[in-house]
């Protein structure tokens, strides 16, 4: 027989509470000192049903009565017995009753007239329902007095390890499962069904269970009012509110604990709630440029002066591993990042040695989250221009010069475009991030990378050996045969943004059934307010790739190659007149050739809540995307910001 079972009705022998009683049934078996009820104010799934069965025991079966409204009928009058206790449960369906709130309080006035008590167990959701409907608009402290909440310690907790493995267990979990005696006996009871899980994979069984029982909707819609509720959401993205009673209540009851080292002063403490309510944050770097142009944080105009490494010189894109160290300290570390190409800046080996252990230490700081499954790809990469292995791109074989690349970033580690592969046979690169309703396809505009214009090429080699000539016959050194070639060579690149019209075929025949599509290029798809000049700094088929692209209702483009920041929006009118594609090119992160700061994009994904526990309800995916700029040394702040915005629709901020 199992020992432990989430659902369980209460059971005294398991009553871990027991202790706490006398000091209640004291103060309910008087009057309340305001208003004619005593409340019992308690989340769902907080012991609110089992306090209350708890005291009926310990006031006696004869002296009390436990009624739950959710179960029953019930005539709410007075017992006749003097002292007697009412305890009530679940008044929600009462409640929804048209003059349902009227009504209850004049019942429970009738009663506390007659000399009874009552105690009455109920949510904040119901208590504001009281509120609006019954009091009108006088403060619920006019109806009744708050009991204590009852508060469930570790030691309680070691009390309901009942079993040698759940003891064993209970020290390896991680503080917030251990907060309430249902989710740490949800936590037992799977354990005790797969004794074999361990870590991440139990937890990630225990959400499961917690989100197939809608756990979240009962314990935050169903249990909280709209200002807890905000202030929930508002711990979940981290963002800073002012102390008030329902914070300290919050806290009391497993919600929210306080934070020192997070800028919001709060963090959200329920573990189930956390992984449902939490964003999913990415962190979108582009032009990395490992190679000969790094960006340093010291602008050492000596060349190289040990000044400069006594005064912290480094790469700024290593300034960005700090910052995200310090992201990981608040709890609001990216949970994957993507790289929209130009890794390296002349696509040799050593560059792309030391972007592995960039990437490498990049990981290691990367969030967790129980939503994500333990195999997915954490870092999604594409090559650049500058990613394209120059000595290799006049090969017969037109993919050559993309092997280097994809050996120094194996599948196995990155998800990225095999464009090592013949057009003809590769796959679609995408990747599914389900419980975040989010899908990425990742293109490789550097199909084409490092092109040369074989007309130009001819007419190039034929002037430098007019030249070399004429050097010869003035007495100068000749040129090798490979020098004449490898300079006409660089005179004829020009190095065009393509993205293969197979690729564009696979992404439009593909079955994307996730609502949340991001897109990942280098280049971009539209004209940025930047200027270069450059034989080819934009995409020669951006137009198809943006018709692929509206047609399957992508939400948003990732893309570099300019190093210039910009967040636009898009439609196309008479086409997709009814879709809006968001683009966020990324300024470069590594390079020192760029005109204005060095920086990053942080885009956060809302994921899908089912908060009427329906799966019919419409999409709740909201997306935000936020451009960060280096504005000092480990120093980065928020330059602009799109979004809040569900997929294709308008700007919630613009409303």
Avoid at 223 to 232: H, M, P, T, Y
Avoid at 331 to 354: M, Q, W
Avoid at 359 to 376: I, P, V
Avoid at 423 to 439: C, H, N, S
Wanted: hydrophobic share 40%.
């Amino acid at each position: 027989m199992a020992v432990f079972q989430a659902s369980r009705t209460y059971t005294k022998a398991l009553d871990l509470l027991t202790d706490e009683y006398a000091e209640i049934a004291e103060k309910i078996s008087q009057p309340p000192p305001d208003g004619f009820v005593w409340l019992f104010v308690s989340r769902r799934r907080g012991r609110k049903t089992w306090t209350l069965k708890g005291l009926h025991q310990y006031l006696g079966l004869d002296k009390s009565r436990v009624v739950d409204f959710s179960e029953e009928e019930y005539v709410i009058e007075p017992k006749g017995v003097p002292g007697f206790v009412h305890l009530f449960d679940e008044p929600a369906l009462l409640l929804g009753k048209k003059g349902g709130a009227g009504k209850f309080l004049k019942d429970c006035r009738k009663i506390h007239d007659a000399g009874e008590q009552i105690l009455l167990a109920l949510t904040p959701h119901e208590l504001s329902i009281i509120s609006k409907q019954g009091l009108n608009g006088r403060p619920s402290a006019e109806f009744g007095t708050q009991v204590t909440f009852l508060k469930f310690s570790f030691s309680h907790a070691e009390k309901q390890a009942r079993s040698p493995g759940a003891a064993a267990l209970l020290p390896q979990l991680p503080p917030d499962w251990t907060q309430t005696p249902y989710l740490l006996e949800l936590v037992f009871e799977t354990h005790e069904k797969y004794p074999d899980m361990k870590g991440a994979e139990l937890l990630r069984a225990v959400l499961e269970r917690a989100n197939w029982e809608r756990y979240p909707f009962r314990v935050f819609r169903d249990s909280l009012n709209e200002i807890q509720r905000e202030a929930v959401l508002k711990a979940a993205h981290h963002m800073r509110s002012v102390r008030t009673v329902d914070h300290d209540w919050l806290c009391e009851t497993g919600y929210l604990q306080l934070a020192s080292q997070c800028e919001a002063g709060y963090r959200l403490s329920d573990p189930v709630l956390a992984a449902n309510l939490s964003p999913l944050r990415i962190h979108h770097l582009s032009d990395l440029h490992f190679g000969q142009h790094t960006a340093m944080s010291v602008d050492d105009k000596t060349g190289g002066s040990p000044l400069a490494n006594m005064a912290g010189q480094k790469a700024v894109r290593d300034e960005y591993l700090g910052f995200v160290k310090k992201l990981k300290t608040q709890g609001t570390a990216p949970h994957l990042v993507v790289v929209s190409g130009d890794i390296g800046e002349r696509g040799e080996s050593n560059e792309y040695v030391e972007a592995k252990n960039f990437f490498a230490e990049l990981r290691t700081l990367l969030a967790d989250d129980l939503q994500l499954d333990a195999d997915a790809p954490r870092i999604l990469l594409v090559g650049g221009n500058h990613d394209v292995e120059r000595k290799t791109a006049q090969d017969a074989y037109r993919q050559r010069r993309h092997l280097l690349f994809a050996e120094s970033f194996p599948l196995s580690e990155y998800l990225r475009p095999e464009l090592e592969k013949s057009p003809d046979t590769r796959k679609v690169a995408t990747v599914k991030y389900g419980e975040f309703d989010l899908e990425f396809l990742l293109l490789g505009s550097a199909e084409a990378g490092q092109e040369v214009e074989d007309r130009i090429k001819e007419g190039e080699e034929l002037r430098k050996l007019e030249e070399d000539s004429a050097n010869v016959a003035a007495g100068k050194k000749a040129m090798s045969p490979d020098e004449v070639e490898q300079a006409a060579i660089e005179y004829a690149r020009i190095d065009p943004g393509l993205v293969h019209h197979a690729d564009l075929e696979r992404a439009d025949r593909h079955q994307w059934t996730k609502s949340v599509r991001i897109a990942v290029l280098h280049h971009p798809v539209s004209p940025l307010p930047s200027q270069e000049i450059a034989k080819y700094a934009g995409l020669l088929n951006a137009g198809r790739v943006k018709d692929v692209l509206f047609s399957h209702e992508f939400a948003l483009v990732l893309h570099g190659h300019l190093h210039s920041a910009c967040l636009l929006e898009e439609r196309w009118a008479g086409q997709y007149d009814n879709w809006i594609l968001r683009i966020a090119a990324a300024a470069s992160l590594g390079s020192r050739q760029i005109a204005e700061k060095n920086g990053f994009n942080e885009i956060h994904i809302q994921r899908h809540l089912l908060f009427e526990g329906s799966q019919k309800d419409p999409p709740t995916a909201k997306l935000r995307v936020q451009q960060f700029a280096r504005s000092g040394p480990y120093s980065w702040s928020v330059k602009a910001q799109l979004g809040p915005f569900l997929p294709g629709q308008r700007d919630e901020s613009m409303k």
